[in-house]
């Protein structure tokens, strides 16, 4: 998944739960920039405020290895 496509993913969760970016970020404990760089497609987020945003929508992030292991990452 390309960072455009990630970014339209966070904006429709968002919106579908007819949050504000402002609302977003104080459920997710990280400043209202971090929600604009995400919904912009920036990528110079770093990976714990990234999780916790996408955990405050619900998602759950998964990594896998080539190895085969999984990983769930969480807030």
């Known amino acids: 998944m390309n ?9 429709d969760a968002r919106k579908a739960q007819a949050l504000s970016q402002r609302e977003l970020s104080e459920l997710a ?3 209202e920039t971090v929600i604009y760089k995400m919904e912009s497609g920036r990528a110079d987020v770093t990976l714990s405020k990234f999780v ?15 190895l085969g ?4 990452l969480d807030g």
Do not use: Q, Y
Request: overall charge positive; proline content about 3%; some cysteine.
């Open 3 to 11: 960072i455009i496509k990630l970014s339209k993913l966070v904006v």
């Open 29 to 31: 404990g990280v400043g």
């Open 52 to 66: 916790a945003v996408l955990t405050a929508l619900g998602f759950d992030l998964c990594c896998r290895s080539p």
């Open 69 to 72: 292991v999984e990983v769930v």
